[in-house]
């Protein structure tokens, strides 16, 4: 069974930065596409960033050019560095793993409060 453990949200000025790291345990961690998704109150949860298997990356519009996802297969993380932070990226930040025919695994989210 997959668990995903999510760190390193906190509060962070505009313009500031954050890495956020999920941490996968399980087994056959490589061949799991993995993302980040966040969710503010009232609205739906939506993408933020995805990176597959291959190692092919894919960002919403709103996060292009200042978000950078990555994956470390060796150690079973998943990496989103944020840069640039705007008070709009305030949101809770969950990580996703996912595979063909097997539902969906998720985090229990941490929090990115980005405000002066």
């Known amino acids: 069974q997959v668990q995903l453990v999510e760190s390193g949200g906190g509060l962070v000025q505009p313009g500031g930065s954050l890495r956020l790291s999920c941490a996968f345990s399980?087994?056959?961690?490589?061949?799991?596409?993995v993302g980040w998704y966040r969710q503010v109150p009232g609205k739906q949860r939506e993408l933020v960033a995805a990176?597959?298997?291959?190692?092919?990356?894919n960002y919403a519009d709103s996060v292009q050019g200042r978000f950078d996802i990555s994956r470390d297969n060796a150690k079973k993380m998943v990496f989103l560095q944020m840069n640039s932070l705007k008070p709009e990226d305030t949101a809770v930040y969950y990580c996703?793993?996912?595979?063909?025919?097997?539902?969906?695994?998720w985090g229990k989210g941490t929090l990115v409060n980005v405000s002066s």
């Open positions: 990176i597959t298997r291959a190692g092919t990356t």
């Open positions: 399980g087994d056959l961690f490589s061949i799991y596409g």
């Open positions: 996703n793993a996912n595979r063909p025919y097997d539902k969906d695994s």
